[in-house]
């Protein structure tokens, strides 16, 4: 599976982006997808899971109530739609395709691929 993702970009606090991200190939609809984000000098952090059906979702507290994350398997694609950004949202975001590994979704180590990473930058 290759991963692209896309969407970042510079926002005022309190505003909203949608990330997207486009997988190749014909199995990304057995795969729950993560999105999990790297600010500069700080570690990779988890930010939301979802299973692949889109019947369940996982957020890290951290954002809980302001993203959202879904997807369309006949687009092959996810989404992490982000409002009331706020500027310790500024990040690398990446999307993943989740493997498991006996490892929960907030767990780097779960995922297999990875996308590229988008900048989003929330400025105050």
């Known amino acids: 599976v290759q991963l692209q993702a896309s969407g970042g970009g510079l926002v005022q606090a309190g505003g909203s982006l949608r990330l997207s991200c486009a997988a190749s190939?014909?199995?990304?609809?057995?795969?729950?997808m993560g999105w999990f984000r790297q600010a500069p000098g700080k570690e990779r952090e988890f930010v939301a899971a979802i299973t692949s059906s889109g019947s369940s979702t996982h957020y890290a507290d951290s954002v809980k109530g302001r993203f959202t994350i879904s997807r369309d398997n006949a687009k092959n694609t996810v989404y992490l739609q982000m409002n009331s950004l706020k500027p310790e949202d500024t990040a690398v975001y990446y999307c993943?395709?989740?493997?498991?590994?006996?490892?929960?979704?907030?767990?780097?180590?779960?995922?297999?691929?990875w996308g590229q990473g988008t900048q989003v930058t929330v400025s105050s």
């Open positions: 190939g014909r199995t990304f609809s057995t795969y729950a």
């Open positions: 993943a395709a989740y493997n498991a590994y006996g490892l929960g979704y907030d767990q780097g180590g779960a995922y297999d691929y």
